[in-house]
Each structure stands twice: as structure tokens, then as C-alpha cells.
T-cell receptor, first 115, second 112 residues
Framework: EAGVAQSPRYKIIEKRQSVAFWCNPISGHATLYWYQQILGQGPKLLIQFQNNGVVDDSQLPKDRFSAERLKGVDSTLKIQPAKLEDSAVYLC?????????????FGEGSRLTVL | TQLLEQSPQFLSIQEGENLTVYCNSSSVFSSLQWYRQEPGEGPVLLVTVVTGGEVKKLKRLTFQFGDARKDSSLHITAAQPGDTGLYLCAGAFVDSNYQLIWGAGTKLIIKP
């Protein structure tokens, strides 16, 4: 089966500009996650979707970050305006439905550099 | 606040040596996963442990889940340069949200 697709792989912007990342999860996976990963650290959950509904967005900086999954399939994460500290890899992951142990399948990530 | 402490944060050893990575928490998990992440890629699942005291082996990698399901270890025997990467543990709570708590990661470098 095809894996989790993310784009773009790399993005360089200046602070105060905006950026959007796209994710297409594995077909049939109802749960989708966006994570922020600082180099060499563990992933930090930004938002979790179940189909097109938000399950957890408690750590999403809502003054500048937004995410949507309108049709319950692919998803977009937007940052506007970007700050220097937003430089990180943004990982999208999906989880197979009905899998109690919660294993995630990750995309390759989108690396953002804010100058 | 639920925390999963992973240690060591960084480990650099020679090829052929053994090593152990630990994940510890005060929380009881439904299961615990270990992932490996290589530069420029997303984490990839290595193993899931579910039962307290469970031991799983994946070639030279041995994973153990603590009896109380609060901690886990990853032991690598005769490490190889191909084992180099970022090792992440993630504890799962099986509730309606399937919450995952992530460790900070162990960056492992195996020198030839």
C-alpha cells in the first residue's frame, strides 16, 4: 500500500511570511496527526484528527497555526505569520482504524527553515 | 502531566559493542512502541509491546516491557553502523483518543 505522502519536502521562508504543508494519509486511515519535530528531539503533537473532526489541538499555537481536514482524507497545516522558532520538521502520520495499540505510519516530513 | 523519560539522550559507541536505551514513566501504558528515525525520514515502527514483562526480539534488538507497564528498554547486541539513528519510544493510552506520549529520543551513532 502507498505510504503517507507529504509536500513540500523543504521550504525556506522569511519570518512573518506564511507557509502551508499538505498531507495525504494511507487510504482508509481515519486518524491523522500533525507533529512538529525539532532536530534531534521527539515529535510534539500539534493536532489530531479523527475523520474530519479535531480530537486534540491543545498544543497547537492557534494564533498562528491552523489545520484542516475538510473531507476526512487529506489535510493542510498552515503557519501565518511564521516565526524563527517555527523552524522544524513537520511530520504527518496516520493510524489504521480499529488498531488498539496505536501504531503510527509517518510521512517523510516537511522541513521548514524560517530566516 | 504525563511524561516519558528516555535515556541516554546521545550515545556514540564502536561497532560490535552492546548498548541499552531506557524509557521510564510514572504512568501505566496500554502499550509501548519503539521507532527508529533516520535523517530526512519519518519514524518507522520497530516493535510494539503490550503485556507487562513481555520481551520481543528483532534480530540483534531486544525489547522489554516492564512488569508494571510503566517502563521499557531496548538492548542492541553487537551494534552495527546500520543501527545509527534516532530511537524513539512512545507510550499509548487506549482511550477514545488513542493518546501517544513520546520520549525525547536517543541519538545513536555506531562508529565503524
Amino acid at each position: 500500500e502507498a505510504g503517507v505522502a507529504q509536500s513540500p519536502r523543504y521550504k525556506i521562508i522569511e519570518k512573518r511570511q506564511s507557509v502551508a504543508f499538505w498531507c495525504n494519509p494511507i487510504s482508509g486511515h481515519a486518524t491523522l496527526y500533525w507533529y512538529q519535530q525539532i532536530l534531534g528531539q521527539g515529535p510534539k503533537l500539534l493536532i489530531q484528527f479523527q475523520n474530519n473532526g479535531v480530537v486534540d489541538d491543545s498544543q497547537l499555537p492557534k494564533d498562528r497555526f491552523s489545520a484542516e481536514r475538510l473531507k476526512g482524507v487529506d489535510s493542510t497545516l498552515k503557519i501565518q505569520p511564521a516565526k524563527l522558532e517555527d523552524s522544524a520538521v513537520y511530520l504527518c502520520a496516520s493510524r489504521r482504524p480499529g488498531l488498539l495499540t496505536g501504531e503510527l505510519f509517518f510521512g517523510e516530513g516537511s522541513r521548514l527553515t524560517v530566516l | 502531566t504525563q511524561l516519558l523519560e528516555q535515556s541516554p539522550q546521545f550515545l556514540s559507541i564502536q561497532e560490535g559493542e552492546n548498548l541499552t536505551v531506557y524509557c521510564n514513566s510514572s504512568s501505566v501504558f496500554s502499550s509501548l512502541q519503539w521507532y527508529r528515525q533516520e535523517p530526512g525520514e519519518g519514524p518507522v515502527l520497530l516493535v510494539t509491546v503490550v503485556t507487562g514483562g513481555e520481551v520481543k526480539k528483532l534480530k540483534r534488538l531486544t525489547f522489554q516491557f516492564g512488569d508494571a507497564r510503566k517502563d521499557s528498554s531496548l538492548h542492541i547486541t553487537a551494534a552495527q553502523p546500520g543501527d545509527t539513528g534516532l530511537y524513539l519510544c512512545a507510550g499509548a493510552f487506549v482511550d477514545s483518543n488513542y493518546q501517544l506520549i513520546w520520549g525525547a529520543g536517543t541519538k545513536l551513532i555506531i562508529k565503524p
